[in-house]
C-alpha cells in the first residue's frame, strides 16, 4: 500500500517506473532524484521522480553519461514533474551530441571492414593506409577513426 497519496513506498516506485530498488537508491546517492524518510526511516518518493526516471532511462539508453544526466536534471525543479517543455529543452540540448555520435558510428561502421582504425601495421592493408606507422606521431588510439587525418 502506498505511502500517501502523492508518496510512492521504494518498492511502488520501483515498479511502477521498471528499475530496480537498488538503481533508485544508486540514483538518489548520484543526486538525480531524491526522497524523503517515512515511518520506520524507509524512503518515500514522490510521484514526480516516476518521470525523472523515465527520463534517466532515455538518456542512458541514449549513451549520456551520469554527468550529462545531472546536469539536465539539475535545471529541473526538485518537486515538479518534468513537462513536455522541459523534454524539449533537455533533447535540444543533447542533440547536437547524438548527431556527432550517429556520424562516428556511420565513419566506424563504413570502415569497419577495411581498417580497424588502430593505426598498426597488423594488417597488411595498413601498410597502404599507414606506411611506415604515421599515425602513431599522431597519438595512441583509433587516430584514422577519431578524425586525424592520413594527408601525406
Not at 518518493?45 to 532511462?57: A, D, G, M, N, P
Not at 561502421?109 to 611506415?132: E, F, H, M, V
Amino acid at each position: 500500500m502506498g505511502v500517501s497519496k502523492d508518496y510512492l513506498s521504494i518498492g511502488e516506485t520501483a515498479k511502477r517506473a521498471g528499475v530496480a530498488t537498488s538503481a533508485l537508491r544508486f540514483y538518489e546517492t548520484k543526486g538525480l532524484i531524491q526522497s524523503t524518510r517515512g515511518i520506520g526511516n524507509q524512503r518515500a518518493y514522490h510521484r514526480s521522480v516516476l518521470r525523472r526516471v523515465s527520463l534517466i532511462k532515455v538518456a542512458q539508453t541514449l549513451g549520456l553519461s551520469l554527468r550529462e544526466i545531472q546536469s539536465a536534471l539539475a535545471a529541473l525543479p526538485a518537486q515538479r514533474t518534468p513537462t513536455a517543455r522541459d523534454w524539449q529543452k533537455l533533447s535540444k540540448q543533447w542533440r547536437g551530441d547524438l548527431d556527432r555520435r550517429i556520424t562516428e558510428l556511420q565513419a566506424l561502421r563504413d570502415q569497419l571492414t577495411s581498417c580497424i582504425g588502430c593505426g598498426c601495421l597488423s594488417l597488411k592493408k595498413c601498410a597502404l593506409y599507414n606506411p611506415q606507422d604515421k599515425a602513431a606521431s599522431l597519438g595512441a588510439g583509433p587516430r584514422f577513426l577519431m578524425g586525424d587525418g592520413d594527408d601525406d
